[in-house]
């Protein structure tokens, strides 16, 4: 997804959760969100140390959303405030503004998802900034109790006595309505906030998925036509068979594969979205698709642990080209990966137990310790990535992939495009 509402850091509750601490982007895809929690070794997104440190949605304070909440909770979050329209979005911002204004603290994310279904249920008086104006508004619309308006009747209008009274009636009003002032106007609910989400345990809920490795959005090529191009775009889950393509193709009213330009929106492995849309680029629609089919057939093999030491792997490589993962997607059974290792030190204190299991632990976590891991690494052909420690098991040097290497791949007889 393209408009990031939070950024979190996240950590497991462990003693050195530190360790692993990263940083997660929201709303984020199912793949991106497990990914994050494989990073930060979380087992469950519901129960672990987490702090927004960003939130980009205007009226939404940082205060509202607390530290250590539900991650599935708090990602529906960031999915339903990306998806308002801009009509919605002034609804919630109201909502938002009067939320903060009868609490300065932490809102249940429950409560915060049910104002993104009630954006209608506020009303607004555009351009009503302050107490005279809200009273005088109030007169106008005969919204003031008989009594009250019985009472300004009988006064002068523009006399101190009158603009005294609708202020002290203004007052009055918004603190029984809860109301407040925003930058839009004076806006107070019109009705309740219909409870239309309610917590519920499970993955699936959080997720619209498809399942499949790869996922591309499909649009017609855009040739700077106006007759030409149009603004359809359909949704291709790959491995694809050619009448799953061809459905593609049609729906974007486009007469080839070669007619269509496609963006990779998710992938199994997130960190290969910009290898693959790079491959789309130079025309290599058939290698994406060959590639989608090697990762549906691992799927069928490989478990959730062989899969990381794959995103390992690709980030001890230097993140390479659509051609060099496939590669290293058939040779990732000859390394190894050590989650438990995220330090230095964390190595020096491997290693070293190995030989002295008895040793206190008073003796690593030092800069010394760190100093000793690195050298150590270096010598025994290892790196440390997000994912843990990654070594072949022959111990011969990890692959590199340079620019100048992934130029020569691209150019190569391997690749196959349109």
């Known amino acids: 997804?393209?408009?990031?509402?939070?950024?979190?850091?996240?950590?497991?509750?462990?003693?050195?959760?530190?360790?692993?601490?990263?940083?997660?982007?929201?709303?984020?895809?199912?793949?991106?969100?497990?990914?994050?929690?494989?990073?930060?070794?979380?087992?469950?997104?519901?129960?672990?140390?987490?702090?927004?440190?960003?939130?980009?949605?205007?009226?939404?304070?940082?205060?509202?959303?607390?530290?250590?909440?539900?991650?599935?909770?708090?990602?529906?979050?960031?999915?339903?405030?990306?998806?308002?329209?801009?009509?919605?979005?002034?609804?919630?911002?109201?909502?938002?503004?009067?939320?903060?204004?009868?609490?300065?603290?932490?809102?249940?994310?429950?409560?915060?998802?049910?104002?993104?279904?009630?954006?209608?249920?506020?009303?607004?008086?555009?351009?009503?900034?302050?107490?005279?104006?809200?009273?005088?508004?109030?007169?106008?619309?005969?919204?003031?109790?008989?009594?009250?308006?019985?009472?300004?009747?009988?006064?002068e209008e523009g006399s101190e006595f009158r603009d005294s009274l609708l202020k002290l009636m203004a007052e009055q009003h918004k603190e029984d309505h809860g109301g407040v002032f925003t930058k839009r106007g004076y806006a107070e609910l019109g009705g309740e906030i219909k409870p239309i989400y309610t917590y519920q345990p499970g993955e699936t809920i959080y997720f619209q998925r498809s399942g499949a490795p790869v996922v591309l959005e499909v649009r017609k090529g855009f040739f700077n036509d106006p007759q030409y191009d149009n603004d359809k775009t359909a949704i291709l889950n790959l491995p694809a068979i050619e009448k799953d393509i061809w459905q593609a193709v049609e729906a974007v009213d486009a007469a080839s594969v070669e007619e269509c330009a496609f963006r990779c929106t998710d992938c199994l492995i997130p960190s290969l979205r910009d290898a693959i849309d790079e491959a789309l680029e130079d025309g290599g629609f058939d290698q994406v698709?060959?590639?989608?089919?090697?990762?549906?057939?691992?799927?069928?093999?490989?478990?959730?642990?062989?899969?990381?030491?794959?995103?390992?792997?690709?980030?001890?490589?230097?993140?390479?080209?659509?051609?060099?993962?496939?590669?290293?997607?058939?040779?990732?059974?000859?390394?190894?990966?050590?989650?438990?290792?995220?330090?230095?030190?964390?190595?020096?204190?491997?290693?070293?137990?190995?030989?002295?299991?008895?040793?206190p632990p008073e003796l690593f976590q030092t800069p010394q310790a760190a100093n000793v891991g690195r050298t150590m690494l270096e010598e025994g052909n290892a790196t440390i990535t997000d994912y843990g420690l990654l070594r072949r098991k022959d111990g011969q040097p990890l692959p590199s992939f340079t620019q100048e290497h992934q130029s020569e791949e691209v150019s190569s007889p391997q690749m196959v495009g349109m």
């Open 1 to 155: 997804m393209d408009k990031t509402i939070f950024k979190v850091e996240i950590s497991s509750n462990g003693p050195q959760g530190y360790e692993t601490a990263t940083a997660m982007k929201m709303p984020a895809t199912w793949s991106e969100f497990h990914d994050a929690l494989q990073k930060a070794r979380i087992e469950d997104g519901r129960f672990c140390h987490n702090e927004p440190v960003y939130v980009g949605y205007d009226g939404l304070q940082r205060g509202m959303i607390g530290r250590n909440v539900n991650l599935y909770d708090l990602n529906l979050l960031a999915q339903r405030l990306a998806a308002l329209t801009p009509e919605e979005n002034t609804g919630m911002e109201i909502l938002l503004a009067m939320e903060w204004n009868q609490r300065r603290g932490p809102v249940s994310l429950e409560h915060l998802i049910n104002l993104t279904y009630n954006t209608n249920a506020c009303c607004l008086a555009p351009q009503v900034s302050n107490f005279q104006e809200l009273g005088a508004f109030l007169y106008e619309s005969e919204m003031l109790s008989k009594e009250a308006m019985a009472l300004l009747d009988t006064t």
């Open 289 to 359: 698709r060959e590639f989608a089919g090697q990762l549906a057939q691992k799927e069928r093999a490989w478990g959730v642990a062989e899969f990381i030491r794959y995103k390992a792997l690709l980030a001890a490589s230097g993140q390479p080209s659509l051609g060099n993962a496939a590669q290293l997607l058939e040779e990732a059974e000859q390394y190894e990966l050590l989650p438990e290792v995220a330090e230095t030190w964390d190595y020096a204190e491997l290693m070293a137990r190995e030989k002295y299991p008895d040793l």
